[in-house]
C-alpha cells in the first residue's frame, strides 16, 4: 500500500493530465450529444415522413449498436475507406452519435410542455422560432436537465474505452501505475474513487443547472 501511495504521489501530474483528458472527452461529446439530440428530437416532431423517417431511423440505429463497436469502426474501419479521425475526434463522434436516444428526452420535453402555451404564443402572432425560443424551450429545458444529468454520467462512465484507442486518459494512466507497482486493488480503488469524484461534481452542477433554470421560470427551485 506505501508503495502504490508513493508512486501515486509522484505520478500527480501525469494523473493529472489523464484527468483533464477524460473531461475534454466528455465535455466534447457531451456538445455534439446535445446537437445531436436538439437535432433529431425536433425532426421527430415532424408531421412529414420524409423529415421524421430519417431521423427516427438514425436514433434507433446508434441506440441498438455497441458504443465499443462504434468507436471501433470509426477507428479502424473508416481509414479503410479513405477517411481518417485523429483518436480524440473518433471517440467524440461516436460518443456523440451512441446518445442520440437523447432526442426522446427532447421530444418528449417539448410534448410535455401545455398546450395552451402553444396556443398563446401563436395568439401573440410569435413566428414558429420566436415561440420556440422564447415561450415552448425555456418550460421544456427544466424538463430535460434530470434526464440529461443521467447521459452525461453515463458518458463519463463510457470514457474507459478512449485507453482502447490509444488516448492517455484517465483509465490509461491508472493502469500505467497498476503495471508499474503491481497494485490491482489499489489502483482500480483509487481509479473508481477518482470517477465517483468527477460524477458527483457533474451532478452538483446540473443540479445548480436545474435550480438556474427554474428560478427563471419563476418556479421553487428547493421543489425539487
Known amino acids: 500500500m506505501t508503495d502504490f501511495f508513493t508512486e501515486f504521489a509522484r505520478s500527480l501530474p501525469s494523473v493529472g493530465r489523464g484527468v483533464v483528458v477524460t473531461l475534454q472527452a466528455t465535455a466534447l461529446s457531451a456538445a455534439v ?36 463497436v462504434q468507436l471501433f469502426w470509426l477507428f479502424f474501419a473508416l481509414p479503410v475507406l479513405g477517411f481518417r479521425l485523429e483518436p480524440m475526434a473518433c471517440a467524440v463522434v461516436a460518443f456523440g452519435l451512441n446518445l442520440a436516444y437523447g432526442s426522446e428526452v427532447v421530444r418528449g420535453a417539448l410534448n410535455a410542455v401545455p398546450r395552451a402555451q402553444w396556443e398563446a404564443a401563436v395568439a401573440l402572432g410569435m413566428s414558429p422560432r420566436l415561440r420556440m425560443r422564447r415561450v415552448i424551450l425555456p418550460q421544456a429545458w427544466v424538463q430535460m436537465i434530470p434526464p440529461f444529468g443521467n447521459l452525461l454520467i453515463q458518458l463519463l462512465k463510457a470514457t474507459p474505452l478512449l485507453s482502447l484507442i490509444t488516448i ?32 458527483a461534481g457533474m451532478n452538483s452542477l446540473m443540479r445548480a443547472t436545474e435550480s438556474a433554470a427554474k428560478t427563471r421560470l419563476g418556479q421553487d427551485a428547493e421543489a425539487s
Do not use: K, N
Request: charged residues 15%; positive net charge; aromatic residues 14%.
Open 33 to 68: 450529444a446535445l446537437a445531436v439530440a436538439f437535432a433529431f428530437g425536433l425532426m421527430t416532431r415532424s408531421s412529414r415522413l420524409l423529415v421524421r423517417g430519417p431521423a427516427r431511423f438514425a436514433v434507433e440505429f446508434f441506440r441498438g449498436t455497441s458504443l465499443y
Open 168 to 199: 492517455a486518459d484517465l483509465t490509461f494512466q491508472m493502469d500505467q501505475l497498476r503495471s508499474l507497482t503491481g497494485s490491482t486493488a489499489e489502483a482500480y480503488l483509487a481509479i473508481l474513487v477518482i470517477y465517483y469524484a468527477i460524477a
